[in-house]
């Protein structure tokens, strides 16, 4: 069975630096493409990034580029979301998701950490 | 980027009801679409359609998906009580990956 927990939330400062985590079990990490989503309190859901399965290949919604970092640890089954110069309109709870883009598109999802930022 | 609108934002319908809800990309992205279902907002979405009209494994056949180019439609065939949700589609033809607003569906 499929899992991906995600850690890392929490209450930060605007302008400040959070790390999300994701753990994957339950499938062959290496062999996904990964991704972020991230969902507004109380509004839709909004694609964040996504990263190859060897980790050489990046994407990024424009208004998070060259402030989040997408990064991954095959070995470790884990997938990570760097977030710096966070922002109020960051506040949301961001999931991870497994990607294939030539089928279904994001296939198994996490039960999301929540990110607020404020001061 | 192309962007996805949904229509109506807002639907109010009955248990049996037969309902639509439509999708319209800003550009052709072929069949590349998702349909997706969430009960609460905060909850991981559950997927219904992908690639416009393919039903996913374990989702009831009253759901269907149809379209391909620019316009896409779902329709629930017959309302039960556990498909009140808010319903986003989502293209998957190039990034910026990018979802629909949303279409709530409440109970008359």
């Known amino acids: 069975e499929v899992q991906l927990v995600e850690s890392g939330g929490g209450l930060v400062q605007p302008g400040g630096s959070l790390r999300l985590s994701c753990a994957a079990s339950?499938?062959?990490?290496?062999?996904?493409?990964m991704s972020w989503v991230r969902q507004v309190p109380g509004k839709g859901l909004e694609w964040v990034a996504n990263?190859?399965?060897?980790?050489?290949?990046?994407y990024y919604v424009d208004s998070v580029k060259g402030r989040f970092s997408i990064s991954r640890d095959n070995a470790k089954y884990s997938l990570h979301l760097q977030m710096n110069s966070l922002r109020a309109e960051d506040t949301a709870v961001y999931f991870c998701?497994?990607?294939?883009?030539?089928?279904?598109?994001?296939?198994?999802w996490g039960q999301g950490t929540l990110v607020t930022v404020s001061s | 980027d192309i962007q996805m609108t949904q229509s109506p934002s807002t639907l109010s319908a009955s248990v049996g009801d037969r309902v639509t809800i439509t999708c319209r990309a800003s550009?052709?992205?072929?069949?590349?679409l998702a349909w997706w279902h969430q009960k609460k907002p905060g909850e991981a979405p559950k997927l219904l359609i992908?690639?416009?009209?393919i039903l996913e494994s374990g989702v009831p056949s009253r759901f269907s998906g149809s379209g391909s180019g620019t316009e896409f439609t779902l329709t629930i065939s017959s309302l039960q009580p556990e498909d009140f949700a808010t319903y986003y589609c989502?293209?998957?033809?190039?990034?910026?990956?990018?979802f629909g607003q949303g279409t709530r569906l409440e109970i008359k």
């Open positions: 998701a497994t990607y294939t883009g030539s089928r279904r598109g994001f296939d198994d």
């Open positions: 339950g499938f062959t990490f290496s062999s996904y493409w």
């Open positions: 990263i190859k399965e060897d980790g050489n290949d990046k």
């Open positions: 550009q052709s992205i072929s069949y590349w």
């Open positions: 992908y690639k416009a009209s």
């Open positions: 989502q293209q998957y033809n190039s990034y910026p990956i990018t």
